[in-house]
């Protein structure tokens, strides 16, 4: 053991063994290289003659000035995926960390000059056009969509009054002040920062997420590869491509979207058309989107293999800006559908306000490699048909049909993507990751229920689906026979839809279903929280360089949804108490969360008390005051100089100087009203 090579402080190891006369030069050789090891990787060498506790003591006393000592997580892990487990053991140290830890940068911010380059920008901008709207909102496409190009023009001293440019100097030269680059101190021990850089360089080891958020995993390299294979051999749903005939069917997409866009540009609308044109461009350099897979460990290893979740992130494909485009115009048409639901705090008003019959059970469905079994050109044609027969009931969206339609071939029927170096073309079915894949899905299969819902209306008392999720109150007939075979015929019509396949549970008083348990008790649906058991509950450490804001926002959030989630206040409370818990197990303190768990209650308790009405008042007010506020963006680094730093020079030399006029009181050159005072950063 490390620990019985370790020298004593209180105690030097002797030269030699005085009863025996034996050299003791080896011995201390080899404690003095562990206790150099241990000192390089953690900092101090601990006396294993004293307690924990005055070992600790120990290490702080003896710690540089402003030291801070690092958080040790008690839940720290992952899940080792690989054959035999051989990913490094203390590879747990590191990646129990989550993938959302962040280390800190080597060197505190610096020059700010690319902050203070835009925030003039955006000060300057905010001043021009106070008192109304910016000329680009005089495009109603842009009012409504999120497809729009952020204009480059960059406004000068002659475009704002006098008073601006100097406040504004004035408070980015202070702010200069606070900022001097120096070296910081890492959120990593020794050995953990060794252990990054040898994981990073390590070519036989990948570090893939997993499916539904259940943390990190590791799997060998080979062993990705042929996991990837697996999908990729389905010569059904994917053709490889040679790098020519990759090119090739790249250039042929590039001039069907340009005719696209040439025809239809004023239906889609001037910043729209921008924004694809722009996009379209961007992409062009690497035109192909990138395959990967996100590993199922929830279901379990299946004949020596973990299941895997085929992806296909489009972000750099050129049909990215399209598919974003058809995502917005598909969303309306979603929504419309009779089993459609938002999420799951709309899901548990809709179960509040329902009363269970004595004879109803509970069924949940999930449909198996839905996207992967979508047959593409069935869908294209039900779709197209669907369009176009409720062409006016969508009319106010201000899409044209037909210009739609023809996105749907462009999207669905040019897959183009990379795995490594090599090219790939999927011929059957829908790419996970593609932006309008999820209402494509649920409108697909939404055509199948305008019969089956109907036909069904009898035994079905409640039916909702969530993409490939469905959830269903059955009403049992008195004839068990005669009930048995109605639910075996219910789940053949649902698989009888061009070839998508549904695995149903068994009929019950109490399901799982997206993150509820939903249980039928008195003649109501009580739900509470479902989480599943492979998950590790990874939240932000303490240390992560990660701004306060952060952790606040996670628990505020966190204990809201839980009591809007959770039908009974003690389930609530339950939840609340272990969710503290966890946020302990992952090095976070008492003093720092009870006060803020104190505040959350506090807002969740106001927020529920507040009608529909409430709300979207509140709302409302929310987006107006957000006119009285410009954006400070700086990257967060911890050891940076407070935000209250900042704020105070912002009132001194900006909103409130001492003996000048307010900044929300003066005009522009247009002899508008300023009407803005608030400084928010933004990291």
């Known amino acids: 053991m490390i620990a019985g090579l370790l020298p004593r402080d209180s105690k030097p190891i002797p030269r030699r063994d005085l009863s025996s006369g034996r050299s003791m030069d080896t011995t201390y050789q080899q404690a003095a290289l562990a206790a150099s090891s241990v000192r390089k990787q953690f900092g ?113 001293e002659c475009d704002v009054p006098n008073w601006a440019c100097l406040r504004l100097s004035r408070f980015l030269n202070r702010v200069q002040c606070l900022f001097r680059e120096r070296r910081a101190l890492s959120n990593l021990l020794p050995h953990q920062e060794a252990l990054l850089k040898s994981l990073r360089e390590d070519p036989s080891l990948l570090f893939p997420e997993t499916d539904k958020g259940l943390g990190p995993c590791s799997v060998t390299f080979d062993q990705y590869v042929e996991d990837c294979l697996v999908h990729l051999r389905n010569q059904q749903c994917y053709t490889r491509l040679s790098e020519d005939e990759a090119m090739a069917e790249v250039a042929m997409l590039e001039d069907k ?10 239906t889609i609308g001037r910043m729209a058309t921008k924004y694809i044109r722009k996009h379209l461009g961007a992409n062009r350099k690497s035109p192909f989107g990138q ?27 050129l049909t990215h800006a399209v598919g974003k485009w058809v995502n917005e115009m598909l969303a309306p048409v979603q929504q419309a559908q009779e089993s459609y639901f938002q999420d799951s705090f709309a899901l548990k008003k809709t179960l509040d306000d329902m009363e269970v019959p004595p004879n109803a059970l509970l069924f949940t469905s999930d449909a198996t490699a839905m996207y992967t079994n979508i047959k593409t050109e069935p869908a294209l044609i039900k779709i197209s048909e669907y369009l176009r027969e409720n062409a006016k009931q969508f009319n106010h969206n201000k899409f044209d049909t037909e210009a739609l339609i023809a996105t749907l071939h462009l999207v669905f029927e040019n897959n183009l993507f990379k795995l490594g170096d090599t090219y790939w073309k999927q011929i059957l079915g829908t790419a996970m990751g593609t932006p309008p894949a999820p209402p494509w899905a649920t409108i697909f299969f939404a055509l199948k229920e305008m019969g089956l819902l109907p036909k069904w209306s009898t035994f079905l008392h409640f039916y909702k689906q969530f993409i490939d999720d469905v959830l269903g109150v059955w009403l049992v007939h008195p004839d068990p026979e005669f009930d048995k075979k109605m639910w075996l015929e219910i789940q053949e019509d649902m ?6 396949e549904w695995v149903c549970t068994d009929l019950t008083t109490s399901v799982y279903f997206m993150d509820l348990t939903i249980t039928i008790a008195d003649g109501r649906l009580e739900t509470t929280l479902f989480e599943k058991a492979q998950n590790l509950y990874l939240y932000i450490p303490p240390h992560s360089s990660h701004p306060r804001g952060v952790f606040t926002g996670l628990i505020f959030g966190q204990v809201l949804r839980i009591r809007r989630l959770c039908s009974k206040q003690s389930d609530a409370g339950g939840q609340i108490k272990q969710f503290f818990t966890r946020l302990l197990a992952r090095g976070h303190t008492r003093e720092f969360l009870q006060p803020l768990f104190k505040r959350a209650e ?28 410009v954006f400070f963006h700086l990257q967060f680094h911890p050891n940076d100089p407070p935000s209250r730093d900042i704020q105070n020079l912002w009132r001194e030399h900006v909103s409130h100087p001492p003996g000048e006029a307010p900044l929300n009181t003066l005009n522009n050159l247009n002899k508008c009203e300023v009407g803005f005072s608030k400084l928010l950063e933004q990291v």
């Open 44 to 156: 101090f060498v601990p006396d294993p003659s004293s307690s924990s506790f005055h070992n600790a003591v120990r290490a702080r006393a003896s710690s540089l000035p402003g030291t801070p000592i690092l958080s040790t997580p008690s839940n720290l892990a992952f899940h080792d995926l690989t054959d035999g487990q051989i990913a490094p053991k203390a590879a747990k140290s590191l990646l129990g960390l989550g993938l959302k830890f962040i280390v800190t940068p080597r060197k505190t911010t610096g020059s700010l000059e690319a902050t203070s380059d835009r925030f003039q920008r955006d000060f300057f901008i905010k001043i021009i056009f106070s008192g109304g709207d910016e000329p680009a909102l005089a495009d109603d496409t842009l009012k409504r969509s999120k497809l729009y190009v952020k204009s480059d023009w960059n406004p000068t």
């Open 257 to 266: 979207i340009e005719k696209w866009l040439d025809k239809y540009e004023l």
């Open 291 to 317: 395959f990967y897979i996100l590993y199922k460990i929830h279901k379990g290893k299946k004949n020596g293999r973990w299941p895997t979740r085929p992806v296909c992130s489009d972000v750099t494909s």
């Open 495 to 500: 698989n009888s839809w061009f070839g998508l």
């Open 602 to 629: 506090e807002n969740a308790a106001n927020y529920l008390s507040r009608s529909t009405e409430e709300h979207d008042r509140l709302r409302m007010s929310k987006e107006a005051k957000s006119s009285d506020q």
